[in-house]
């Protein structure tokens, strides 16, 4: 019997996912009692065909697709993927098809990491020179340095995936950018560069992205940006792979669909179109990635086409007192008490507000009026002090906290930067890139011994050596024998003969590499970590991770760079790429992201920090939630969770020009979203945790300080 598609609709926690479980459940049942079916052949063939799963990141995939493998004690196949994961798999899969509709080389593509697609833009946009006659904008290219130059690299670049989201044409953007910023404007202010007009810009922002899509794809490279694009212009529209699209998947279940792009909706109505069964959830106080190529209100079209269910049963908190926090959240002149399940906590320094938050925790837990893992700390934003000051003092009263997608930039790891000074020693032309202090550091990090858990050359003598036995020679760095420091014998044997081994190594590697010319970097940095590393430490979860990562980012760099050197008339010189692969890890913009860890039986216990942005996307609830910097503005504010000029590539938008007030509207109607969001995920307690200095030292008089003036305050 053919089955109806549902539009599985509701505010946070009322039961969508588990509704969305329970009808996949009933459509496996479904397959699985077939009597049409003629034989066990057949059936089989029939389950062969799979249907799609898709969830809104990858956090809830995993968990989407295990509570799903378990819902049907994993009788039928499970192909659960994110939005993008999924449609770069399919470029990725019928890449073939694209290079003969766009004449282009039969290779393989490359994906770019977003901080290889930045390095490698700027590259190419640093040699970009415009027509005759345009000399304000080559002026205005080359006043771009430092951080103004990363900021609009990034925003053009940003353009890109949001056009390819939206499923708009690269060639229309700078209409939209003129259309939707008008003349001058927000651009002009940003840069304060050439008195321009806005126009001008926007075009050359059209021509930059027009000039790096056709040089990716002349060498069969990727950005998410040109994935979006080549799976909705090109892929998506292909009879052959509709076909292909339609023989492997008999149904779709989507959960989430707020946070989905645009072109998203194209793909789910071919399946309906053609008489697939779907299951959509949609909750309209979601809309998480909204601002970040998400268009919640285009997806909801999606619901003419399905049978709708409306789901109501609200959380007791949300339900109870929702709509009187957000009355108050949205007028300034209100003044009601909060009952009871609403606290504060109250000071006048953020430093003050810090400690007395996190020893409120640690006193609750330590009464056992809670477990770790009840307790979530949200903040709009997490700056270094709060993230350091909250987990020293609960590690301090052994209570473990986790931060939420905590990602440290690599070079801020003693391990990785040893590794990249050791590589200024193996390979000629490095040596001016490190200072006497890099040296210092690699030779007590590579002396560690774990046995005797201390470093075999402390910082004292690491620096003494530093200074009497390292030489930077020409092109080459190198160290002399110990005994050129004047009173080396207060060096100690120890460190003596740490010392000599780390030389012996380096000689020995620097032959090795001068005798295979195909040794890469990758092959250097696996061997040290091999022989000098891994045999002296006990590594941690988190070294582990940064390792990993460096490894990875080695192996993705020297990737890419072999393809590029097939189209390069004047191939680098092995020094340049190092010297480029070094500068890039010192900028910061390459983070250890360690692998999620699966747990058998129950996941351990700990509290949770996050962001606002964070703990939405995580889709958890906690028992008590403290909310901090309550009166801070960034409550209101998107701030790195809304790109660039992305109100301009929503499919609702009406086409004219954006004023500060579109801004405080989009504002407002977040600020509601995110405050019945997070009532929808406590169960039992809010606590407001409000300072009335800033930690910049301003006083704070954000949208919710009503709230914290209506509240009974924690003695």
Not at 135 to 155: A, K
Not at 577 to 590: H, K, N, V
Request: with cysteine; aromatic share 10%.
């Amino acid at each position: 019997m053919k089955r109806t598609s549902l539009w599985i609709e509701g505010t946070t926690r009322t039961g969508k996912t588990t509704t969305l479980i329970q009808e996949f459940c009933y459509w496996v049942d479904d397959k699985h009692q077939d009597k049409t079916a003629s034989s066990v052949e057949s059936v089989t063939q029939n389950l062969a065909s799979s249907v799609l799963v898709f969830s809104a990141n990858d956090d809830n995939r995993r968990d989407l697709a295990d509570r799903l493998s378990l819902a049907v004690n994993g009788s039928y196949p499970i192909h659960c993927k994110t939005p993008i994961g999924w449609m770069r798999d399919e470029i990725k899969l019928f890449w073939p098809l694209l290079f003969e509709e766009l004449s282009l080389k039969a290779q393989f593509p490359l994906l770019l990491r977003p901080e290889t697609e930045q390095f490698l833009a700027t590259q190419l946009w640093r040699c970009h020179r415009t027509d005759e006659g345009n000399s304000d904008l080559d002026q205005f290219l080359g006043t771009l340095t430092g951080n103004s130059e990363f900021r609009f690299v990034r925003q053009t670049l940003d353009l890109l995936q949001l056009a390819g989201a939206s499923g708009v044409m690269v060639e229309h953007i700078p209409y939209i950018l003129e259309q939707g910023l008008g003349e001058g404007g927000y651009i002009l202010e940003q840069f304060n560069n050439l008195e321009m007009m806005g126009t001008a810009i926007g075009k050359l922002r059209g021509d930059l992205i027009l000039e790096w899509q056709q040089w990716c794809l002349n060498r069969g490279l990727l950005t998410y940006g040109l994935i979006y694009t080549l799976y909705w212009r090109y892929l998506l529209p292909n009879s052959q792979y509709q076909g292909h699209l339609l023989s492997r998947y008999q149904g779709i279940f989507a959960d989430d669909v707020d946070d989905y792009p645009a072109i998203t909706k194209d793909l789910f109505q071919l399946f309906l179109y053609h008489d697939r069964f779907g299951v959509f959830t949609y909750n309209p106080d979601g809309q998480v990635r909204l601002g970040l190529n998400a268009d919640p209100q285009y997806l909801y079209h999606l619901s003419s086409h399905c049978q709708e269910t409306i789901l109501s049963n609200y959380p007791r908190i949300q339900s109870d007192y929702g709509e009187l926090i957000v009355q108050l959240a949205t007028n300034p002149l209100a003044v009601e008490s909060l009952p009871d399940c609403f606290t504060s906590i109250q000071t006048i320094s953020r430093a003050e507000l810090l400690r007395k938050t996190a020893n409120s925790i640690v006193e609750t837990i330590k009464n056992k009026q809670l477990n770790p893992e009840d307790v979530a700390i949200i903040a709009p934003g997490l700056d270094e002090i709060a993230r350091y000051t909250l987990i020293e003092i609960l590690s301090a009263a052994h209570i473990p906290i986790q931060p939420l997608n905590e990602q440290r930039p690599l070079i801020s790891f003693p391990l990785v930067k040893a590794l990249l000074t050791l590589l200024g020693f193996i390979y000629p032309g490095l040596g001016r890139l490190f200072s006497g202090d890099d040296i210092a550091q690699m030779l007590t990090v590579l002396s560690y011994n774990s046995t005797q858990n201390k470093a075999a050359i402390d910082p004292v003598r690491a620096g003494l050596i530093a200074d009497s036995c390292y030489e930077f020679q020409r092109e080459n760095c190198q160290f002399f024998p110990i005994e050129t420091y004047p009173r080396w014998d207060r060096i100690g044997h120890e460190a003596t003969e740490a010392y000599n081994h780390l030389v012996n190594w380096i000689k020995e590697t620097q032959n090795q590499v001068q005798e295979d010319k195909n040794a890469s970097p990758m092959k250097v940095l696996d061997k040290a970590i091999k022989k000098l590393i891994e045999v002296n430490y006990q590594l941690s979860y988190q070294q582990l991770s940064a390792l990993r990562e460096l490894t990875e980012t080695t192996q993705h760099f020297w990737e890419i760079d072999r393809r590029l050197r097939q189209y390069d008339a004047n191939p680098k010189l092995l020094k340049e790429t190092l010297i480029q692969f070094i500068q890039l890890l010192r900028r910061g913009t390459i983070t250890a992201n360690p692998r999620p860890l699966y747990y058998l039986g129950k996941k351990p216990s700990y509290v949770t920090l996050a962001t606002i942005f964070q703990y939405r996307s995580l889709r958890q609830s906690h028992s008590w939630q403290f909310w901090l910097d309550i009166s801070s503005n960034l409550w209101e504010k998107g701030g790195a969770s809304v790109l660039f000029c992305a109100p301009l590539f929503l499919r609702e938008w009406s086409g004219r020009c954006l004023t500060p007030d579109d801004e405080i509207e989009a504002d407002q109607a977040r600020l509601e979203r995110i405050l019945r969001d997070l009532l929808g995920r406590v169960k039992d307690k809010v606590i407001l945790c409000h300072s009335d200095l800033s930690v910049k030292g301003t006083e704070q008089t954000g949208p919710l300080l009503t709230l914290v003036n209506g509240s009974q305050e924690i003695e």
